[in-house]
Each structure stands twice: as structure tokens, then as C-alpha cells.
Nanobody
Framework: VQLQASGGGLVQPGGSLRLSCSAS?????MGWYRQAPGKQREFVGV???????NYAAAVKGRFTISRDNAKNTVYLQMNSLKLEDTAVYSC????????????WGQGTLVTVSS
């Protein structure tokens, strides 16, 4: 499975941005991790094929993951962005029966700055 992420950019604090990740074929779970400069990679959120979602505490209530199964695409809508949301965001996909990501897309940089 190949994943193609897009949508990163520069945004002011309090602003919004939407990331997209398209998969070359259907796969059960798709989600996002992020890695800020000098920090370890951290989980952001995930959505399953059934539409169930899970979010990191740091983004819950501000970020929303959705998916378009017809397009094999997952979206990360990021609202009320904070300086600490600055990171490289990477999408991933996980097949049924696996607990860890099977596939990774390239990262897309999100910079929150005034």
C-alpha cells in the first residue's frame, strides 16, 4: 500500500488546516503521527474502517479525523492550532489483525507561527 499525504503549510495560532492522506487501496485503519523538532514521534489519531476514531489527549476536541472510503482517503482537520502543534505529520495505515502500522506515507510539515 502506498500512502500520499498532502496539505501541510504555515498557519497562525488559532487557525485551521486540513491534511489529506490517500492510499493506493482500501485498508482497515488509517491515522496520523507527528514529530516535533527535537521530540519523539507521537500518536495523533486514527480512524478504522468502521468509522471509529481515537485521538491523543493533546489534540482531542481540536482535531477531527474522517475518511472517504470511496477514495481511500483520510483527512485530518486541525482547528484551534497552537504553536506546539508544529511538527512533521505522517499518515499511516494498518491492516486488520495488526496492532502496529504496516505502511507509512511521507511526512508533511505543519508550522504554526505568528
Amino acid at each position: 500500500v502506498q500512502l500520499q499525504a498532502s496539505g501541510g503549510g504555515l498557519v497562525q495560532p488559532g487557525g485551521s488546516l486540513r491534511l489529506s492522506c490517500s492510499a493506493s487501496r482500501s485498508i482497515w485503519s488509517m491515522g496520523w503521527y507527528r514529530q516535533a523538532p527535537g521530540k519523539q514521534r507521537e500518536f495523533v489519531g486514527v480512524i478504522t474502517g468502521a468509522g471509529d476514531t481515537n485521538y491523543a489527549a493533546a489534540v482531542k476536541g481540536r482535531f477531527t479525523i474522517s475518511r472517504d472510503n470511496a477514495k481511500n482517503t483520510v483527512y485530518l482537520q486541525m482547528n484551534s492550532l497552537k504553536l506546539e502543534d508544529t511538527a512533521v505529520y505522517s499518515c499511516y495505515a494498518r491492516a486488520v489483525g495488526f496492532t502496529s502500522p504496516n505502511y507509512w506515507g511521507q511526512g508533511t510539515l505543519v508550522t504554526v507561527s505568528s
